[in-house]
């Protein structure tokens, strides 16, 4: 079983930045895909990033190219949402997600286990 936590979310004015982190823990976490996702309110859930399993491939949603950086650190187990010049339209809750994923770029059904989420707000 894994467990996905994510931390650092908050309030931010648009142009700024945030990191996003999600500790994983569980058995072989280290070798699993993982991802971001996000949802607004009243929109569904929304992919954003995804790094596979020794973060030398990353794979992005098109409107947060150039902006933010998937990143991981298999010792740690840690994965991080670096987010620059943030956006309205980036406010949603983050989701950490893992998986398995026999393809690349992974879908979202390929993801077996997911975190809580963390506020993202962007507001002047």
């Known amino acids: 079983q894994v467990q996905l936590v994510e931390s650092g979310g908050g309030l931010v004015q648009p142009g700024g930045s945030l990191r996003l982190s999600c500790a994983a823990s569980?058995?072989?976490?280290?070798?699993?895909?993982m991802g971001w996702f996000r949802q607004a309110p009243g929109k569904e859930r929304e992919f954003a990033a995804a790094?596979?399993?020794?973060?030398?491939?990353?794979y992005y949603l098109d409107s947060v190219k150039g902006r933010f950086t998937i990143s991981r650190d298999n010792g740690k187990n840690m994965v991080y949402l670096q987010m620059n010049s943030l956006k309205l339209e980036d406010t949603a809750v983050y989701h950490c997600s893992a998986g398995a994923p026999g393809r690349w770029p992974p879908a979202a059904e390929d993801y077996d286990y997911w975190g809580q989420g963390t506020q993202v707000t962007v507001s002047s």
């Open positions: 790094i596979n399993w020794s973060g030398r491939s990353t």
């Open positions: 569980g058995r072989g976490v280290d070798a699993y895909a």
